[in-house]
T-cell receptor
Framework: DAGVTQSPTHLIKTRGQQVTLRCSPKSGHDTVSWYQQALGQGPQFIFQYYEEEERQRGNFPDRFSGHQFPNYSSELNVNALLLGDSALYLC??????????????FGQGTRLTVV | AQTVTQSQPEMSVQEAETVTLSCTYDTSESNYYLFWYKQPPSRQMILVIRQEAYKQQNATENRFSVNFQKAAKSFSLKISDSQLGDTAMYFCAFIYGGSQGNLIFGKGTKLSVKP
């Protein structure tokens, strides 16, 4: 089992550009959540996708958008990048029906640096 | 608002000794779960231990145990027989029914195990 995989592992973008991050959930999982972890902080919830729809969203601007594909993989898109978007972006997968008693499996994250 | 507070930014412990990491949380929910996650330098979040709020018995996983004080909204992690591989960031987190899988994290405690 490959677990949760994210790509790329690192990338550098310029302010104003757009970026797409990718996540493949653990085998058998159909829910994907995205988190932003700024340096020295705990992860902050961005949004969650289930059945190809955004089910819940945290306090992030509309510049952050996502998508889930029929194979449950997901993308996180960030438009008009700001320096403050520099962070580690974590993807987590889980089972929705067991969300209150489930282990969310995390990927190793994508380190985004905006210059 | 649901919040998690970890008051110890950094801690250190000698190998083979015991250390306790503190966590307090604030919620008006009655049904929730609490977690401790470990994030080593590899960046991947790993679940250490989980506690169901309706269970009075403290959870234990090998060398890891918790002290769950529901009335005080306290959830500390005790690591016994500390090992060099325990060096990592430790995050306290919780999830409740209305969050639909959204983990709420504290800011973390950096634990260093010294030989």
């Amino acid at each position: 089992d490959a677990g949760v995989t994210q790509s790329p592992t690192h990338l550098i973008k310029t302010r104003g550009q757009q970026v797409t991050l990718r996540c493949s959930p653990k085998s058998g999982h159909d829910t994907v959540s995205w988190y932003q972890q700024a340096l020295g902080q705990g992860p902050q919830f961005i949004f969650q996708y289930y059945e190809e729809e955004e089910r819940q969203r945290g306090n992030f601007p509309d510049r952050f958008s996502g998508h889930q594909f029929p194979n449950y993989s997901s993308e996180l898109n960030v438009n008009a990048l700001l320096l403050g978007d520099s962070a580690l972006y974590l993807c987590a997968s889980s089972f929705p029906k067991r969300m209150m008693n489930t282990e969310a499996f995390f990927g190793q994250g994508t380190r985004l640096t905006v210059v | 608002a649901q919040t998690v507070t970890q008051s110890q930014p950094e801690m250190s412990v000698q190998e083979a000794e015991t250390v306790t990491l503190s966590c307090t949380y604030d919620t008006s929910e009655s049904n929730y779960y609490l977690f401790w996650y470990k994030q080593p330098p590899s960046r991947q979040m790993i679940l250490v231990i989980r506690q169901e709020a309706y269970k009075q018995q403290n959870a234990t996983e090998n060398r890891f145990s918790v002290n769950f004080q529901k009335a005080a909204k306290s959830f500390s992690l005790k690591i016994s027989d500390s090992q060099l591989g325990d060096t990592a960031m430790y995050f306290c987190a919780f999830i409740y029914g209305g969050s639909q899988g959204n983990l709420i994290f504290g800011k973390g405690t950096k634990l260093s195990v010294k030989p």
